[in-house]
T-cell receptor
Framework: EAGVTQFPSHSVIEKGQTVTLRCDPI?????LYWYRRVMGKEIKFLLH????????ESGMPNNRFLAERTGGTYSTLKVQPAELEDSGVYFC????????????FGSGTRLTVV | QKEVEQDPGPLSVPEGAIVSLNCTYS??????FMWYRQYSRKGPELLMY????GNKEDGRFTAQVDKSSKYISLFIRDSQPSDSATYLC???????????FGAGTQVVVTP
């Protein structure tokens, strides 16, 4: 079974540019989550999809961040325009309908805004 | 105050020793408690999970939850150099939602 796939693995962009991160969850997993870890801080929740619907987006920091999950398969997280404080590692996770015990994380996208 | 407190370490132990890790939390609504292991440049990998209070054992790993004290622990027996990683506690108030993570403790097991 393929795991959660994220790409790119690393992205360096200039302040003000746009970056789009992609996550391919495990096939059949209805739940998809985005988290991020900024330098020196704990991993923090951003949002949760159930299929194509946003179940909880309480962790999204501001309206520069836009997440989509068209068709309930892969998801994208766009940052526009990027700011220096957006630098960090963005993790995607997926789980089946049965809950968090099946949570599987991807390896993350390391975003550096210069 | 953070919802979940975890000492970042590093915690260095000799091979074969017991590794003791813990987290405290403030939100009494948390019912699901997990420990993740994270190697460098990788995503967190679920090690153990526990619902409510109690102990759970899986091989060399034992997880304990004391909800009355809002304190959870992970013990690793007979530690190996391959156990060197960052260990993260995580918790949630319900079975399908977002996780609240601790900062992670870096563990180094020396041969």
């Amino acid at each position: 079974e393929a795991g959660v796939t994220q790409f790119p693995s690393h992205s360096v962009i200039e302040k003000g540019q746009t970056v789009t991160l992609r996550c391919d969850p495990i096939s059949g997993h209805d739940n998809l989550y985005w988290y991020r870890r900024v330098m020196g801080k704990e991993i923090k929740f951003l949002l949760h999809f159930v299929k194509e619907s946003k179940q909880d987006e309480s962790g999204m920091p501001n309206n520069r961040f836009l997440a989509e999950r068209t068709g309930g398969t892969y998801s994208t997280l766009k940052v526009q325009p990027a700011e220096l404080e957006d630098s960090g590692v963005y993790f995607c996770a997926s789980s089946p309908g049965t809950g968090i015990y099946g949570y599987t994380f991807g390896s993350g996208t390391r975003l550096t805004v210069v | 105050q953070k919802e979940v407190e975890q000492d970042p370490g590093p915690l260095s132990v000799p091979e074969g020793a017991i590794v003791s890790l813990n987290c405290t939390y403030s939100n009494s609504a948390f019912q699901y408690f997990m420990w993740y292991r994270q190697y460098s440049r990788k995503g967190p990998e679920l090690l153990m999970y526990t619902y409510s209070s109690g102990n759970k054992e899986d091989g060399r790993f034992t997880a304990q939850v004391d909800k009355s004290s809002k304190y959870i622990s992970l013990f690793i027996r007979d530690s190996q150099p391959s156990d060197s990683a960052t260990y993260l506690c995580a918790m949630s108030g319900y079975s399908w939602g977002k996780l609240q993570f601790g900062a992670g403790t870096q563990v180094v097991v020396t041969p």
